[in-house]
């Protein structure tokens, strides 16, 4: 009786939509409950059709009301959540759970699903698998809603047969009929078969995970490792800089100090010789004045008897021992340390390149692996412009800076330190880390396709792509390729194509050259140490010969042929 009234109080305070107990009741004009979330989604789902209507009396509501919610019912279900009822409502099937096929009423959820009957059962309605021998070799397994896919849709049969020709479950039916003279076996001999493959991927996965564990863990310690040297450098690197700026600081102290000294040493100087001046004035003046005074005199026995020794003059400071330098005291000391000003700003950015690439090359993890398709490639496409201030006069650029083209005549290219003037050459604008990729189509009987250094020189015989050990070039002759560095040459043998690919790992140290038409062919592959950016050069020799940057765009995968 009890269990009667639990199951009616249950069913009183649950939605007709969810089954579930109220959650948020809400209580409409005809007077039916429902949780709020659950009349709102069938009122949107309504509002196509214009209308808003009760779920349990179809009574047609209009305005859509305003829902509100009712907090006796909330308090209600929850009173009842508290007297432990709500566990028992754990055991009926919701939306998500299996169903027992063999409950009336509200189902309980399913505990297992048989394989042979094809059906679920609550824990009451499997008992008799358990009791009864007829059941003893039916096949239970956890609950499942896909019990009908194992019944043969052709001859509504038990599928308890496999066939290896089809690769499909089949009914007994399907072996003698459509499957006949195939590679047919149980189900269950198929499973052991399979499950035994199963494991062996199992153990390949959970050796895999461990390797994996391992390398998480060897990463952790990597970061940890990056974290402390990067702190400790960070320390380092301002104690250096402080020691360099306390250093500037004393040598400007210094050089303020002698500055003062010598400021109040030649001042001393100065006006020792002013004050004798000054003396040698107040003599003179007191002397003019008594010959000016005997002048006057009109007793010719006194003016002659008193003009000796008037007359005699004290030796006078010559003003050639002044040396007077208009505007030119401590200028000196200025434009000197103007000149030191220069030379460490020359330092520090020669020095600073090489910091900023020192940084950019610390190895944190493995360089990524050079790809294998062309799609691959083009994942480290990169844009690439010719730089004007650096192409030789006889270059003409086009193509928004990508197309190169020898001329009969010299450009109007103003003056620059970065032209290049012996060799027709010209380097891109930007400068290239990291992992990049591009392709030179050219139109040229002969053409270098390189990268470079900026700094390399810009004449003489030297200055040339691969004729240094600042660039690393591509000899590309009709279907001819050589690899040149250091003014050494390596004979490369490969398809002729009028597209080469580049593929530069900068940290790695890796340069590729490549063979692009219908696949992509490995032409040489170089493995060193970059010190500096690279640029990206093209080398052409002929009139009216090209070479171009190519625009890159997603394309389908190539093969690589080693």
């Keep these: ?54 779920p349990q009396c179809r009574e047609t509501l209009t305005p859509r009301p305003i829902l509100k919610k009712n ?4 308090a209600l ?47 009451k309605h499997l008992q008799p698998h358990y009791d009864s021998a007829t059941f003893k070799k039916h096949k239970l397994v956890e609950p499942s809603k896909n019990l009908q896919e194992n019944i043969c849709s052709r001859h509504d049969e038990v599928m308890k047969m496999f066939c290896r020709t089809d690769q499909k479950c089949i009914c007994y039916l399907c072996s003698v009929d459509e499957h006949k003279g195939h590679d047919t076996v149980s189900a269950a001999a198929e499973r052991t078969e399979r499950q035994r493959e199963l494991e062996v991927r199992r153990e390949e996965i959970q050796q895999r995970i461990q390797d994996r564990e ?28 402080t020691e360099l700026i306390r250093l500037i600081q004393k040598r400007s102290s210094d050089v303020k100090q002698q500055i003062r000294s010598q400021q109040e040493t030649e001042v001393s100087r100065v006006k020792e010789l002013q004050e004798k001046l000054e003396q040698e004035i107040t003599e003179l003046k007191r002397k003019d004045a008594e010959l000016k005074q005997l002048s006057n005199t009109e007793d010719h026995n006194q003016f002659l008897h008193n ?13 050639s021992s002044i040396n007077i330098r208009p505007l030119r005291y401590f200028e000196d000391v200025t434009a000197a340390v103007s000149e030191l000003r220069d030379k460490l700003q020359d330092i520090l950015r020669d020095t600073w390149t090489n910091i900023s690439l020192t940084l950019t090359e610390v190895e944190v993890l493995l360089s990524e692996p050079e790809p294998k398709s062309r799609a691959g490639f083009l994942k480290y496409a990169c844009k690439i412009t010719l730089d004007p201030d650096t192409a030789h006069r006889y270059l003409l650029l086009s193509e928004e800076n990508r197309k190169v083209t020898v001329m009969d005549q010299h450009q109007s290219y103003s003056s620059h330190p970065d032209r290049f003037t012996e060799c027709f050459q010209v380097l891109s604008s930007e400068s290239l880390t990291g992992c ?3 392709e030179v189509e050219r139109r040229a009987k002969v053409a270098y396709i390189a990268v470079s250094y900026k700094n ?61 038409s219908k696949t992509m062919t490995l032409l040489h592959r170089v493995q060193t140490t970059f010190t500096q950016p690279l640029h990206a050069g093209l080398w052409v020799f002929n009139f009216a010969d090209t070479a171009e940057i190519g625009k890159l765009k997603k394309a389908k995968p190539f093969r690589i042929k080693s």
């Design 307 to 319: 003009y000796p020794s008037l007359s005699a003059l004290s030796e006078s400071t010559h003003s």
């Design 214 to 241: 391992k390398d998480v863990k060897l990463l952790q310690q990597e970061v940890e490792a990056i974290n402390h040297s990067a702190d400790k450098t960070v320390e380092d690197s301002e104690k250096i800089f």
């Design 1 to 54: 009786m009890e269990q009667k009234e639990d199951q009616l109080d249950r069913e009183t305070f649950s939605c007709s939509i969810c089954l579930d107990l109220l959650k948020d009741p809400v209580t409409i004009p005809c007077g039916h409950s429902y949780c709020m979330n659950c009349i709102k989604t069938h009122w949107n789902q309504e509002a196509q059709k214009g209308i808003h209507s009760c």
């Design 436 to 438: 990049c990729y591009w």
């Design 456 to 516: 390399i020189s810009r004449a003489g015989n030297g200055s040339g792509f691969g004729y240094n050990n600042k660039s690393w070039s591509l000899y590309c002759y009709q279907r001819k390729y050589e690899f040149w560095h250091k003014k050494m040459s390596t004979s490369i043998s490969g398809p002729g194509s009028s597209r080469v690919g580049v593929y530069l790992d900068h940290r790695a140290g890796l340069l590729s050259f490549y063979s692009v």
């Design 77 to 123: 279900v929850e009173q009842l959540k508290k007297t432990g009822l709500q566990a028992a409502d754990h055991c009926y099937a919701g939306p998500e759970d299996v169903a027992c096929d063999f409950c009336t009423g509200r189902k309980l959820k399913a505990i297992k699903s048989c394989l042979v009957c094809l059906a679920s059962y609550c824990e």
């Design 71 to 74: 907090t006796m019912l909330a």
